[in-house]
């Protein structure tokens, strides 16, 4: 396999950054200004996506992990990722706990799909549906999900125009990875593997985010061994775009504990 793009920023303790389903590295962009004076900030781009465009990857949770820690060079660091990105963090954390330090989840939760028990995500048929419109017409399926992200959020169209001057700005992912990301976040269940992250974790959540709900993080908290909960107020499934002084108070904070 090829080695994923990435790119590392600042000097200090490090923190490597994932991206969600259909983005690359580039919505970081705000939080690494803010943050590589105090700390060395690595950003990669997930198979199939960006400037990882071309590079295959299997299709299991196993493998965006695998892929992400032979990518990055810290033996240890704290691994922030968002959606699709705090998926594969969270697997790190469960099954290469020596290179996690901190854990922090943006719009993610450890199960994205509603199922017995479990009411705090999308119905399974509403992904289904963005698989098969990706079959379709694959740029108009990732603006239609976009706009989920931000739905519901103060400064939405703001938003929604940011997320999609960088939704291309690499070329368009790798249509197999954007199919394999939907299929993880369809089957993936990670609720009973919780109690097994030991490191500090912090759940940074939109109180109106359609795609991971707040109600989630308020549940995988009670099963996480050291964990804290913010939810964002007026905040979708983008946090760090809509509420960035807020982020990073509550990131800041996190770090320097």
């Known amino acids: 396999m090829n080695f994923l793009y990435r790119q590392t920023f600042g000097q200090g303790p490090d923190i490597v950054l994932l991206h969600g389903w ?18 060395r900030v690595t950003i990669l781009d997930l198979p199939g996506h960006g400037r990882s465009r071309d590079v295959r990857c ?24 968002w959606s699709l990105g705090g998926l594969v963090a969270q697997w790190l954390a469960i099954n290469a706990p020596e290179r996690v330090e901190r854990l922090a989840l943006v719009g993610s939760t450890s199960c994205f799909t509603q199922r017995p028990g479990w009411p705090h995500g999308m119905n399974p048929i509403v992904l289904r549906g963005f ?17 989920l992200e931000v739905q519901g959020s ?26 394999n990301g939907l299929a993880i976040l369809e089957s ?5 593997e919780l109690p097994r992250i030991a490191c500090p974790t912090l759940l940074l959540l939109g109180q109106r985010d359609l795609l991971a ?10 099963s996480l061994p050291d964990a804290r909960l913010h939810v964002f107020p007026h905040a979708g499934h983008a946090p760090f775009l809509s509420h960035l002084p807020e982020f990073l108070t509550e990131l800041r904070a996190f770090l320097d504990a």
Do not use: C
């Open 131 to 147: 698989a098969e419109a990706l079959r379709q017409n694959h740029r108009a399926t990732l603006q239609r999900f976009i706009a």
């Open 213 to 222: 709900p707040a109600a989630a993080g308020k549940t995988m908290r009670e």
């Open 22 to 39: 259909g983005m690359h590295s580039g919505v970081w962009e705000d939080l690494v200004e803010e943050l590589f004076d105090r700390y």
């Open 58 to 81: 299997g299709p299991t949770l196993a493998d965006l992990g695998a892929a992400a820690v032979a990518a990055v060079a810290p033996p240890r660091a704290t691994w922030i990722g």
């Open 188 to 192: 993936t269940d990670l609720r009973a």
């Open 154 to 179: 103060v400064r939405a169209a703001t938003q929604l125009r940011r997320l999609k001057a960088l939704l291309f700005q690499y070329g368009a992912p790798d249509e197999t990875a954007l199919e």
